[in-house]
């Protein structure tokens, strides 16, 4: 008797639980992207010596499937890409509304990435100059938004500093992202800044024990009164 009671209950409550599912609101995206490009190189490099010219092409590692679902106050969103021909996780989060602000807890792009990411650039993937901003987007984190500010801790970037092991280096604290961002007449401003810092340790180096601080702020404007044309200003500076 038991057991058909706890059958029962599970059909009684199976119903229950999947109807909430099958009423969030998904919304399915994707976008695949061959890239081909001629680069001339005019000095030896690893294709060889002399002038050489290389094609690439490739399918991007920014060639993407994803999807965002909301229910209620709660949310989130995954994405594919494609590196070296495999699939990867870049996005990965979940969302939550609580009082004025709403909760994000996941891998998604960061406060300061969302702030300093003014250009579109194409050659080499897409890479929006992230070569020079640092590994600062699409990490995981807990990020919290209120109006228009967000605020997020992100799991931390440790660099080899000279000859030391980053494995070495002490890391106490979570790297801190933040970021302001609102619309001005038809004006749009994004101010970001980035911040972490951990202990060195290497007992053969001067600067063992010493403590090392990276940070950088950004801060860029959008003027969209030509729409669909749009224009923007802006830089960044770090150490």
Do not use: C
Not at 46 to 55: I, K, N, V, W, Y
Not at 64 to 78: C, H, K, L, R, Y
């Amino acid at each position: 008797m038991k057991k058909a009671l706890s059958i029962l209950l599970a059909a009684v409550l199976l119903p229950a639980y999947y109807v909430p599912v099958f009423a969030a609101d998904w919304d399915l995206y994707g976008s695949a992207r061959i890239a081909t490009f001629w680069t001339d190189y005019d000095e030896d490099h690893a294709f060889g010596p002399g002038d050489t010219t290389q094609l690439n092409h490739d399918l991007q590692g920014n060639a993407v499937i994803g999807a965002t679902v909301q229910n209620g106050p709660i949310g989130g969103a995954f994405e594919y890409g494609t590196s070296a021909g495999n699939a990867n996780i870049r996005l990965l989060y979940a969302t939550f509304d609580v009082g004025p602000g709403q909760l994000l807890v996941g891998q998604d792009y960061g406060p300061f990435a969302m702030g300093s990411y003014i250009s579109n650039q194409v050659y080499n993937e897409d890479n929006n100059m992230s070569e020079f901003i640092g590994d600062t987007y699409r990490r995981p984190m807990v990020q919290y938004t209120v109006d228009n500010f967000s605020f997020a801790l992100v799991t931390p970037e440790k660099q080899d500093v000279e000859a030391a092991d980053a494995d070495d280096s002490e890391l106490l604290f979570p790297q801190i992202q933040a970021r302001y961002h609102a619309m001005y007449n038809g004006i749009g401003l994004n101010i970001a800044g980035v911040f972490q810092t951990y202990d060195l340790e290497d007992n053969t180096q001067a600067w063992d024990g010493e403590t090392l601080n990276a940070w950088a702020v950004t801060a860029n404007a959008r003027f969209t009164g030509l729409d669909p044309l749009y224009i923007n200003f802006g830089g960044y500076y770090g150490q």
